[in-house]
């Protein structure tokens, strides 16, 4: 099975800073790789898709980067709404595996 | 707009069975794989299993292999996960999620919750 580590488990930041968030996975995924976020008490949402491309309806201000083992999510400028958990998910081979997920916090 | 509406959550017993099911609407199911992913109490998320399209494949985690089987019935938009010989260890809020085209999950259901007593 692929493992995906995500770093860090959690960060705090503040309103307007550019947060940087890193996935690795254990053998080369091209750039089969999501990330997605979630809020307590909800289901996740799809941000990002191909690692690169961005889901339907989700601001420009969240970008993702990477291909093989090394993929990141950065967020250029935070706003209040981002507080959240955010995960990636590489979908190359079943099964299909997350990352431990971070935690963004104020 | 994609909807995805679980149901069949609830308490059981260790060692008992249980079976989920997702109403999907807003999208045409039967072009799609489907699938389940848990999150248990205060944990991350964890990827159960996946059907494809037809339902002629269907891939499992290595935790649930032999105990869960995930299903389909195409003709009623419905994705379907039994779960049979239960653990304290599943429980979890079961989410129903649809695929894309590349195989990555695009749309969550809000989630069903099952909680396995000891």
């Known amino acids: 099975d692929i493992q995906m580590t995500q770093s860090p488990s959690s960060l705090s930041a503040s309103v307007g800073d550019r947060v940087t968030i890193t996935c690795r996975a254990s053998?080369?995924?091209?750039?089969?790789l999501g990330w997605y976020q979630q809020k307590p008490g909800k289901a996740p949402k799809r941000l990002i898709y191909?690692?690169?491309s961005l889901h339907s309806g989700v601001p420009s201000r969240f970008s993702g980067s990477g291909s093989g083992t090394e993929f990141t999510l950065t967020i250029s400028s935070l706003q209040p709404e981002d507080f959240a958990t955010y995960y990636c998910?590489?979908?190359?081979?079943?099964?299909?595996?997350f990352g431990q997920g971070t935690k963004v916090e104020i | 707009e994609v909807q995805l509406l679980e149901s069949g959550g609830g308490l059981v017993q260790s060692g008992g069975s249980l079976r989920l099911s997702c109403a999907a609407s807003?999208?045409?199911?039967?072009?799609?794989?489907m699938g389940w992913v848990r999150q248990a109490p205060g944990k991350g998320l964890e990827w159960v299993a996946v059907?494809?399209?037809?339902?002629?494949?269907?891939h499992y985690a290595d935790s649930v292999r032999g105990r869960f089987t995930i299903s389909r019935d195409n003709s009623q938009n419905t994705l379907f996960l039994q779960m049979n010989s239960l653990r304290a260890e599943d429980t979890a809020v079961y989410f129903c999620?649809?695929?894309?085209?590349?195989?990555?999950?695009?749309?969550w259901g809000q989630g069903t919750l099952v909680t396995v007593s000891s």
């Open positions: 999620a649809k695929n894309d085209y590349i195989d990555s999950i695009d749309y």
């Open positions: 807003g999208f045409r199911f039967s072009n799609y794989a």
């Open positions: 059907i494809t399209d037809s339902g002629g494949s269907r």
């Open positions: 053998q080369g995924i091209r750039n089969d």
């Open positions: 191909a690692a690169s």
């Open positions: 998910l590489q979908h190359n081979s079943y099964p299909q595996t």
